[in-house]
């Protein structure tokens, strides 16, 4: 009764915040019985999913991805690798051409056995015969009816597919020896939100995916162990033969196989592995949820992925402590191979290598759990939502487990970020992640510059307005889709200050920070009195936290806000005195204020002490400046 009442509640406030803001987001349950031939690494399906339009629009065509059609030979995946500046090395592979070194793409070298396919035949809706087009990595569908807004329609279809040799997260017979990493392989509805629908190609990355419950069967041979999204259903009866799903496959006639039943509830993926090798572990947190590990019978990584389970769930206790409670029973660490890549309810990782790059592809992975699988920002086109923030709560996670503790664990990312500055190269967070000029700058402006906005927020608003901002972040969008915007509007309802220029110079822009000390002078009338100029140089405005250090060992802190944010910030360092000086307004480059010491008595004076002020030139935020180093010949 208590879990029923609880999810009641959470409903009923669901139905009254989206009432009460117009928010709505489409609904879709899918259906799907598979069978594998595992010998042809081939598979046949049939799905119904019924989908429900909560749009205030009638749509008369719908949209699915068809991923496993990227990886052959011409397709877009394929163009974008072999035009790319920088592909990514997982894909290419490096051979001498007159006698120079190139990368080429592992795409266009696939054979018609080991290139990936999924072809859909059957389709209906409502029983009625549908027009469908394949158009690449997109299926077109041009419906016999519209679609009325708050109304539901039946789709049914059957689709055979092939499993490609692992080039990127989905495939087969990866570099560590897994058969099966199932990501991307069946056919998925598009989503369709305020803005339209959202049909992107599979190109590179990332996603978009619609709420909903998947009732899932998978028939394969007996001898693979399966794990993935959802819960097992049938766990009594896996090992005792086959059950009849519906779809036929000639299987040679010894070939024994089982049938594994998943239900995964209010999830917007399905993601599923299987090896005929893998060790199943589990590990139940107190009070929480239950750890399950599939990993290959491989005495090199066994004591690497028995360690890690007790740290697996310290971070989720602590994910759990700093976002909000993890709202499944059950979360699964998958050797996939091919780096690490979230899905709902688990991740495919990589099983080799050093223990500390396990447990750390872990921490990011299961922090996505929060930001995209909870919190489902459209990852195409706001890639430093999920990414960013998600390398935020690693960073936590990773400090908090961590026997030597830092001030800064996201000084890394702050790092990362002013390289790509520092190269000319960047493009604004705002860009869709399909069309970066380079891979890399792709990479630093999701994850590091998407995790400095968040560390940078609470040098705006106050460490511990940041974390309440998490909470209620998490708290009102949960199994939602969240905008930019809404994560700047609810650090603006827990602070009061007012950061829509900070959401636009950050994002949407590649304006930089940069502050100066310009000048630091001595009153002329004979009064100890010291002046100090500084000088906005970077396009993008900041208020200032300033630290004053004497040479008799005292400290004072002084603090300039923004006049654009209308807020003033608690002193972050409360055993310094700390005096708040006018507003800077945007509009003047220079600011001055004075000191009523002589300048004789300062030892330094430091913009930002705190270093969460992603300033892209430091050396002239101190006074005296540190002394200039020539190189000699």
Not at 118 to 141: C, H, P, R
Not at 313 to 323: D, H, I, K, S
Not at 455 to 466: C, F, K, P, S, V
């Amino acid at each position: 009764m208590k879990s029923i009442f609880s999810f009641v509640l959470f409903s009923i406030g669901s139905f009254l915040w989206s009432q009460q803001t117009g928010y709505w987001q489409q609904h879709a349950d899918y259906k799907m019985n598979v069978v594998v031939d595992a010998p042809k690494y081939q598979y046949k399906g049939t799905q119904e999913l019924v989908y429900t339009n909560n749009s205030p629009d009638t749509l008369k065509r719908v949209f699915y991805h068809l991923y496993n059609n990227a990886f052959q030979p011409g397709s877009e995946m394929d163009m974008r690798l072999q035009s790319i500046a920088d592909p990514d090395r997982r894909m290419v592979t490096k051979v001498k051409v007159d006698g120079k070194e190139v990368k080429e793409s592992r795409i266009a070298k696939l054979k018609p056995n080991e290139i990936g396919y999924l072809k859909i035949s059957n389709f209906k809706q409502d029983g009625i015969s549908a027009n469908i087009k394949e158009v690449g990595t997109i299926l077109e569908v041009t419906l016999p009816k519209p679609i009325l807004p708050n109304s539901k329609t039946v789709f049914s279809l059957d689709f055979d597919g092939q499993v490609p040799v692992q080039i990127r997260r989905s495939g087969r017979n990866n570099a560590e020896g897994v058969e099966f990493s199932m990501s991307q392989w069946y056919p998925k509805i598009a989503e369709f939100d305020f803005e339209g629908w959202h049909a992107d190609p599979y190109i590179a990355r990332e996603f978009h995916g619609v709420w909903g419950n998947f009732d899932v069967k998978i028939t394969i041979d007996k001898d693979y162990v399966l794990g993935g999204s959802g819960y097992l259903q049938n766990k009594n009866e896996i090992g005792k033969g086959y059950q009849d799903t519906g779809v036929t496959v000639n299987y040679p006639k010894k070939t024994k196989t089982l049938t594994w039943h998943f239900l995964a509830p209010n999830v917007h993926d399905f993601t599923w592995a299987a090896d005929k090798n893998y060790q199943h572990d589990v590990y139940q947190i107190p009070g929480g949820a239950t750890l399950h590990f599939l990993y290959k019978n491989n005495p090199k990584i066994i004591d690497n992925w028995k360690k890690a389970q007790p740290e697996t769930a310290r971070l989720m206790q602590f994910y759990n402590q700093t976002v909000g409670k993890y709202p499944y029973d059950q979360y699964s660490v998958i050797q996939g191979g091919d780096g690490g890549m979230e899905y709902a309810m688990c991740t495919l990782i990589l099983g080799e290598g050093e223990y500390d790059g396990l447990i750390g592809v872990i921490a990011h992975e299961m922090a996505h759990s929060w930001f995209q699988h909870v919190l489902a920002s459209n990852e195409s086109k706001h890639g430093w939502m999920d990414e960013g923030f998600t390398s935020f709560l690693e960073d936590l996670g990773m400090n908090e487990i961590a026997v030597k503790k830092v001030d800064n664990p996201h000084k890394g990312s702050y790092d990362g970020y002013y390289y790509m500055v520092n190269s000319g190269k960047e493009q604004p967070q705002s860009t869709h992640s399909d069309r970066y000029d380079f891979n890399q700058v792709y990479s630093i402006t999701s994850y590091s510059k998407g995790d400095v906005f968040l560390a940078q927020l609470g040098y705006l608003i106050g460490r511990e307005n940041l974390m309440k901002t998490l909470k209620r972040y998490y708290r009102d969008f949960q199994f939602k889709h969240p905008t930019p915007n809404d994560i700047k509007r609810t650090a603006e309802r827990v602070s009061g200050a007012n950061l829509d220029w900070y959401l636009t110079d950050w994002t949407q822009t590649t304006n930089t920070i940069d502050y100066a000390i310009q000048n630091v002078e001595s009153a002329t009338d004979g009064v100890p009195r010291t002046g100090i100029t500084l000088e906005r140089i970077g396009r993008m405005p900041m208020p200032l936290d300033i630290l004053v250090e004497y040479t008799d060992g005292t400290k004072e802190s002084f603090y300039i806000p923004l006049r654009m944010m209308n807020f003033e910030k608690d002193n972050p360092n409360p055993e310094i005195k700390r005096t708040v000086l006018s507003d800077w307004a945007w509009a003047s480059p220079r600011y001055f204020f004075e000191l009523s010491k002589a300048k004789t008595s300062i030892k330094k004076i430091t913009i930002d002490p705190s270093g969460l002020m992603a300033d892209v030139k430091q050396e002239n935020n101190v006074f005296p400046a540190a002394p200039k180093i020539e190189n000699k010949k």
